[in-house]
């Protein structure tokens, strides 16, 4: 079963136990709601009465599950019909806007300016008390709710770019809302779901309990507390029964929505949902150890990264190993996919939900002269690390900065963070921008990200990633999403920070040869989650001892067309690796051998290391 799933199990058991006994109220050997029996009035637990008789000396027990029944049914029956008519007002109104977003959310807002109860009162006044006119009061109360969630949500996502190439292929509206925006605009839809089922049972039991909702002798548990208010005194458990009720149903209906909402959202953006069912903690991290006088920065060996839960044979890395050493500079290449982002994810513990390093080591020597192992570490571990010790600049600047806070405000926060005198802040911020060439940093620092260029945001980013002097910088792909000539200013900004902070070592992913041969000492090359090679940069690209190195560096353009070669085939996917050598499906020199068996690491030269058992006569 998916770890997905598996959220589901403990709201689903409560959920379902709720709904099946109130459901089997009729079959279950319960006794009559109605049967008074005056001489037991007020009596506690019994064998005949398990949780005792209420006022009349009815059963209690049986009166909680009948009226279970009636308040389950009003509030779900009007928190659905309310969703249903809400969601297609808000879906209608939000995508077509205009007049038809006038008759749909903007009239439905009217009820909104009614007092809750109030309205309630009024239906239940006019149509008379009773479970149909309830449901329709409820179901008129909650439609505006749904349908502004529902607008607001479908507004967001009908100017995104999946929505316009939709339209651009030609998709009928209707398709599009269905197939399209509804899926997209659930899980707000589930969290207001959650929200009226409560609401909606606190208010059927309040109109009960005034005596306009259900009517008596019928039971629910709105009737029953008003009942029990009246003999507070004399039995107070009449009172707990209904009001626990109560409160568990609607905790268990909330725990239903909240679940429901991350499993169906593929993003996983709540994931680890709540309470009990949290994502497990990380292993207690090990006391940090002294570090031997020539360790290096940082000595990942054999990292594994993973997808969380029984799924555990689903390797995403595998068999990493790289080293870094002070002042060094390791470039991570290798196709899409090859796990270069999620190694160094994993180095700031800033893996995504559902995603763990499951094996292997990465010790990190820090300022102090200690150890660390960063696969161990825990998140407050890493918190001490981040910024001051390790620090990431992002590939997608726009998308990693605030854009809500000037440049220089973001800076600032960032130094406060490792505790920087607050009165040295202001010439440090401007410090950095210069630092990082942006002109006119004493005005720049005043401007919020859209109002800079795609690499003034790049060179901001940076600012911010070395603003505490950080001993490892990771730079993931921090040029591709920018132009040539602009990625050669980023280029030449690194080579420059890294001769101005000389002890600093820069972990550079990059899927671009050339860069690498600008910036780098050392390649590392990873090929489907695996390190598949590395070596001295010079050497590895002079003789290259792995064939997925050799054909990287033959599909680079070099002086012509003519002389770029394409790799065949694709990177498989995490779910169908083959079982041998990953590459041999697309390697010309592979042999049965390859694909029988995992080839180990050898060690063409002194500082080299492959894994290709036929490196020798790869040139
Ligand atoms: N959140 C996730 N959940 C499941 N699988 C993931 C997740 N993130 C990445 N993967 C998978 O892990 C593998 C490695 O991804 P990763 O992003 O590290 O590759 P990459 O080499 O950085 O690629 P790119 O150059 O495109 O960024 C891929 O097969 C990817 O599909």
Redesign the pocket.
Known sequence: MSRAARKLILPGILVGLLVAVVLLAPVLPLADVRMMDVPGRFSGPSAEHWLGQDEFGRDVLARLIWGGRASLFIAVGSALAAAVLGTTLGLLGGYFRGVVELVTVRASEVILCLPPLLLALLVVTLLGAGTGPLILALTLLYTPNYARVVYAATLQVRSLDFVTAQRAMGAHPLAILTRTILPNVLPPLLVQMSLVVASAMVIESGLSFLGLGVVPPTPSWGLMIRAARGAMEVAPMLLVWPSLALAGTILSFNLLCDRLQSVLDPRQITAGGALWLHRPARKAAAAPQPAAPDAPLLRIRDLAIA?EGPRHGLD??RRADVTVLPGQTVALV?E????????SLALMGLL?D??AVTGGEALYTTREGTTVDLAQLDDEGFRRLRSTEISMVFQDAAAALNPVLRIGDQLAETLRVAGTPEAGIPARVVDLLRQVGIPDPERRCRAYPHELSGGQRQRAMIALAVANSPRLLLAD?PTTALDPTIQAQILQLFLQLKRDTPGMGLVF?T?DLAVVAEIADRVVV?YA?EVVEQGPVAEVFARPRHPYTAALIASVPEGGAERLVAIPGSVP??HAMPPGCRFAPRCDFARPLCEAAAPVASAPAEGRSTRCIRWKEVT
């Open positions: 997808v995403l890395v290798g899409s996919g090859s796990g270069k982002t999620l190694t995504p559902r995603l792909e992913v899927h990873m989650g996917p995490p």
